[in-house]
């Protein structure tokens, strides 16, 4: 196992996916199978690494007052209560056409925010509601489809006119927390290489706050809004090539 390779390769995808406040699991994971890494070890690192790049970002979002809890706590609480719900139904609801229409519809976000230009609000809005909305519709599909609810709460908030670089640290604390749990899981079943991680968890800080500091002050929202779709481009294009 090349750890050398694995911590550049870690600081790289944190950087890029935390310009769209998405965590990188989604890239590393395979990449890390590609380079001979067992599965088993693999998820759990691609976790820590979203919850260290994503931690990173969101602690210089709220150092320089980029985050909106007003907006940003509902999609996190609601989220977090629907997930289960979503889990659950899950039992009754067939997976593989699920994932599939997830797949269509981050197909088409991507393809608004890369080619479109989503129609900008005229007012604030109700954050408590909108919030609400998002996040219940991103946890209960987030834990249908056992996929990060980022690729959902992107494309929703800009399709409603949300400013790219406010939604993109808004996901950012999401993902921190989703992937905080999850690894935490892994870590009680005891699936951890704390060597490989101890390789990728300084690179991973680095990269979310490389990122940030990218996306708020050397990029345009237009910019921002293209890498998002790119990003959700990627994500689609893994959900339809291994539907679960």
């Known amino acids: ?30 990449t890390m199978g590609w380079l001979g890494v067992p599965l088993m070890a693999a998820k759990p690192a691609g976790l820590f690494i979203n919850t260290l790049s994503m931690f990173s970002a969101t602690l210089k979002n709220l150092r320089h007052g980029k985050l909106d809890h007003r907006f940003g706590l509902p999609i996190l609480l609601v989220a977090t209560a629907m997930a289960p719900l979503g889990a659950y ?28 230009r989503p129609r900008s609000r005229q007012n604030t809005g109700n954050h408590i509601v909108e919030g609400s909305v998002i996040g219940g519709i ?10 990060g609810g980022g690729g959902i709460i992107s494309p929703a908030s800009i399709m409603l006119g949300h400013e790219p670089r406010k939604v993109a640290t808004t996901t950012a604390l999401v993902v921190f927390f989703s992937s ?65």
């Open 138 to 147: 991103a946890g209960f599909l987030g834990g249908l489809l056992g996929v």
């Open 89 to 116: 139904a899950g039992k009754f609801i067939p997976k593989v056409y699920a994932m599939w229409v997830f797949a269509a519809f981050l197909v088409y976000s991507a393809t608004v925010m890369v080619f479109f």
């Open 1 to 30: 196992m090349n750890y050398p390779e694995l911590a550049l390769i870690s600081f790289i995808l944190s950087v890029v996916f935390s310009i769209g406040g998405v965590g990188s699991a989604i890239a590393i994971v395979p």
């Open 180 to 244: 905080l749990s999850g690894f935490l899981t892994y870590w009680g079943t005891g699936n951890l290489d704390w060597v490989l991680l101890l390789w990728v968890s300084i690179p991973a800080i680095a990269g979310g706050w490389v990122g940030m500091h990218i996306m708020h002050f050397k990029m345009s929202s237009g910019q921002v809004k293209k890498v998002i779709g790119v990003i959700l481009y990627l994500i689609a294009l893994k959900t339809a090539l291994e539907p679960i």
